[in-house]
């Protein structure tokens, strides 16, 4: 008998606590999509990672619908698991950030249901600098190729045209 009674309390703490680090965040990365995104971008923040709250603090309660929220990205923060040498990409939830106006529409847990899932909330402001940053550093690695070619094409050319005449 009071090995049962120490199991049980054992068994509720570790899921407690296995329960309380998966909902408290420190997430893997984040797959954005949006405008201005070719495919899927990829951040590994840990400001925008780090915590549950980073983008919206969902404690707070719901706003109400805007009327026109803006541009929006639709975030996935992901967990990796790594199972026989293998990595596994698990998705935890879907939101939409409207980084512009200061919006939030929490879509909704991935493979469940919360009480946040389908409701408007006011974007956390310490969430804009780095979701910036990472939008600009995409586009420095996209475009920096871009300009090294026209600086090529124009080296060749300015190269043919002073050739000498022969």
Do not use: C, H
């Amino acid at each position: 008998m009071p090995r049962k009674i120490f199991f049980l309390p054992s068994a509720l703490l570790a899921l407690f606590v296995a329960a309380s680090t998966f909902a408290g965040g420190e997430f893997d990365y984040l797959a954005i999509e949006g405008p201005g995104i070719i495919g899927e971008l990829n951040v590994t923040n840990p400001a925008l990672t780090r915590d549950f709250f980073a983008f919206a603090d969902f404690s707070q309660g719901e706003v109400p619908a805007p009327a026109d929220p803006g541009q929006g990205y639709q975030i996935a923060r992901v967990y990796v698991e790594v199972a026989d040498s293998k990595p596994t990409d698990l998705p935890f939830d879907v939101l939409d950030y409207y980084p512009y106006t200061g919006y939030v529409f929490y879509k909704g847990l991935v493979n469940g249901v919360s009480e946040y899932d389908g409701k408007w909330y006011a974007a956390n402001p310490a969430a804009e600098a780095p979701f910036r940053n990472a939008l600009f550093q995409r586009a420095l690695l996209t475009w920096i190729p871009f300009g090294v070619l026209v600086v090529m094409l124009i080296w060749f050319a300015v190269a043919y045209y002073k050739k000498p005449a022969g």
